[in-house]
């Protein structure tokens, strides 16, 4: 049941003493990088770990601007990797990383895999995508770890991934959620039926905000059971937190990281249970060690303990981020929010974007979702209430009135990764 059982269930205070004298050491590693050097000169060893709010914030904006070197903190010769942003708007992010932190983060990889089920007699197939993105590496060393057969096929491709489902009794899957549902259609189309035809057990979906309705509806489609994962390429990758068995919130592996929740407007750290941005300090990080990293992630900390008897905490299924909330006339909305009404309306497709105009100076928000055959039954009159049933239901969640319309099978954009689904079409200077 337990990859390291000794931490993964050891009592509360000592974690709290372990994660100490890890932070203390993390602080004097990170004073040899250029960035830290100025930012905790002043910062002698900390007595409890409440003092972690004195510490300094890190931003993604700090990431940009210590290009390329400023937060390494060991010689460039002691780096075997980095990974990094796209840099498509400015300066990339890049993470290095020592022999030791890969060896640590396949370890913490391999004991989120663990922890949800799988063992070394299953079968992986990774859909993420390998290279400088630490989706697809993250999961592939952690599986090799725990020792799984691999199969690194990366992503795209739905008729060749159903083929080497079949032809090599996949039972354990890495995907994007988004891409689980266009698979199944996939799938579908060539007279596959994954519950009959294929051994999968479990799907580790993550790297994409999403809902519970969409993890429901994942494992009813294949039979199986999808599990959360969350992970951030600052930190170092996926293996951040995880679902356990009892699928109800993932655990924060926190002899890895600690974590707290802020208030992303006043940045005052909130109790356990209270929604807000999620901060990490990496505290085993060598060639880059991260203090207090402002994710964006919106979530909470669970206060309950979980049944499975492991002591790191728990945080809720991430709702969004700070960066990604709409603001429509005044009213913040969540894209997940659009998805969570969406899937619990039976007829509506599942592939859908999210577009938000302008009309007379106001904000307009408008939602496209593609036809099927569980959509259209035949008459317009038919088509006409579940348009109507929709924009109630979606004014009932956000409180805008959206307009929605249905466009063709296959009209919308396919992405390989990530998907997109809004599209803002204001005027820039408007903000």
Sequence with gaps: MFWQKEIETAPRPEILKLQLQMLNNTIERAKRSKFYSKKLENISPLKNIEQIKELPFTTKEDLRSGFPYDFLSVELGEVVRLHSSSGTTGNPTV??????????????????????????????????????????????????????????????????????????????????????????????????????????????????????????????????????????????????????????????????????????????????????????????????????????????????????????????????????????????????????????????SKNYIIEIGEENYMDRLSVKIEINDDTFSGTLEDLEKLKYKIEAELKSETGVSPTVSFVDQGTLPIAEGKVKRVYDLRKKNKF
């Excluded at 891409?179 to 979906?205: Q, T």
């Excluded at 926190?254 to 990496?282: F, H, K, N, S």
């Design 95 to 348: 993470v290095y990383h020592t022999a030791q932190d890969l060896d640590n983060w396949a370890n913490i990889s391999a004991r989120c895999m663990y922890t949800a089920g799988a063992r070394k007699n299953d079968i992986f197939q990774n859909t993420m995508g390998y290279g400088l993105f630490t989706g697809g590496l993250g999961f592939h060393y952690g599986a090799e770890r725990l020792g799984m057969m691999t199969i690194p096929i990366g992503p795209g491709n739905s008729k060749r991934q159903a083929w080497f489902m079949q032809n090599f009794a996949t039972t354990t899957v890495h995907i994007l959620p988004s891409y689980a549902l266009r698979l199944y259609h996939s799938m579908k189309e060539d007279g596959i039926n994954p519950k009959k035809d294929l051994k999968l057990k479990m799907f580790f979906i993550g790297a994409e905000p999403h809902t519970e309705e969409l993890r429901r509806e994942i494992q009813e489609l294949y039979g199986l059971k999808a599990f959360n994962s969350y992970g951030l390429s600052e930190i170092s990758g996926p293996g951040v937190a995880f679902e356990c068995l009892e699928q109800d919130g993932m655990h924060i592996w926190e002899d890895y990281v600690i974590p707290e929740i802020i208030d992303p407007d006043t940045l005052e750290v909130l109790p356990d249970g209270e929604e807000g941005e999620l901060v990490l300090t990496a505290i085993n990080r060598y060639a880059m060690p991260i203090i207090r990293y402002r994710t964006r992630d919106i979530t909470a900390i669970i206060v309950k303990p979980c049944s499975c008897g492991r002591t790191h905490r728990r945080i809720t299924r991430i709702k969004g981020r700070t960066d990604d909330m709409m603001i429509i006339n005044g009213v913040n909305i969540f894209p997940v929010q659009i998805e969570k009404t969406i899937m619990n309306i039976p007829q509506a």
